[in-house]
């Protein structure tokens, strides 16, 4: 049996199980995922593994700078590459971006909050000026804190349009980097459906989709699987309502319930819950 190899976040690991469900791929391939989170403790055996591949994908992750030069020279199998995934344009508050909740990370640090799986940046600057929290909220909510000038300032900047748009620039120059049609196909249906749960996990038809044209290269094609559970559908975090509509978010109504573990919750459920978590 001829192995695959698939590299990378969270999202290989998912490709990967979505991999493994294809009759087409199983026939053809052992499927093995190496998964970022233990490269630490597993990276050097790796090589031997990548020599021995028949077929690598390989996701475009920070992680690769770890690995000592010539990691992946050994394997004379086709790489194919593909981009992490991230919508950051329809949660531009997530701090994955870059802007940190240190409060947050404090808490979850020691124990607190560990159900909370995205932290929120915009919470934790408005933490500084509003000690209140249902005036917190309210502010959060509806982007304005006129009463505090340098908050309002702030919140004045913000153009979510011309952000997400940035972000849309970049996926589809991802396509391009891996020759891939992903970032086009999520650009031109973004708005009508929920393609994402959260900022980095896509919803299974997008990923699956992704996994059709990697496996394309390699002259296979994947079957329906519409019986397949979407791994990343338990925790989705709630689009702000402002957000949505000034992107035109037609599944990011007002009023819709959010998947938040084994509840569903509100928009305000939810960031209420955030707030009373963090303080």
Not at 18 to 25: D, E, K, R, T
Not at 99 to 121: C, E, F, K, L
Not at 141 to 169: C, G, H, V, W
């Amino acid at each position: 049996m001829r192995t695959l190899i698939v590299y990378g976040s969270c999202q290989a690991k998912e490709l990967g199980r979505i991999l493994h469900a294809s009759p087409n791929v199983r026939s053809s391939y052992d499927v093995h995922v190496q998964w970022i989170g233990d490269q630490a403790r597993l990276g050097e055996s790796w090589a031997e593994e990548i020599a021995g591949a028949d077929l690598v994908l390989r996701q475009d992750v920070p992680e690769l700078k770890a690995f000592p030069p010539g990691h992946w020279d050994s394997s004379l199998a086709p790489i194919f590459t593909f981009p992490f995934l991230s919508l950051a344009g329809v949660w531009p508050f997530d701090t994955q971006l870059g802007v940190a909740d240190r409060v947050a990370s404090m808490a979850q640090a020691a124990g607190r909050g560990t159900d909370i799986h995205y932290q929120d940046h915009l919470l934790g600057r408005m933490r500084g000026h509003i000690a209140d929290f249902d005036e917190r909220l309210a502010a959060y909510t509806t982007l304005s804190a006129p009463e505090y000038p340098k908050l309002a300032a702030y919140l004045a900047r913000l153009d979510p349009r011309a952000y997400f748009m940035q972000k849309i620039t970049e996926l589809r120059r991802q396509d391009t980097v891996h020759g891939l049609g992903i970032g086009a196909a999520i650009a031109s249906q973004i708005r009508q459906a929920p393609l994402f749960h959260t900022v980095t996990h896509p919803a299974s038809p997008v990923l699956r989709r992704l996994a059709g044209e990697l496996m394309g290269k390699a002259g296979l094609s994947l079957e329906p699987q519409s019986d397949l559970t979407d791994g990343f559908a338990q925790y989705q975090v709630p689009v702000h309502p402002l957000i949505a509509r000034a992107l035109g978010l037609l599944w990011a109504k007002d009023g819709r319930q959010w998947q938040f573990h084994s509840a569903r919750v509100t928009f305000e459920q939810y960031y209420r819950h955030y707030i009373r978590t963090f303080g």
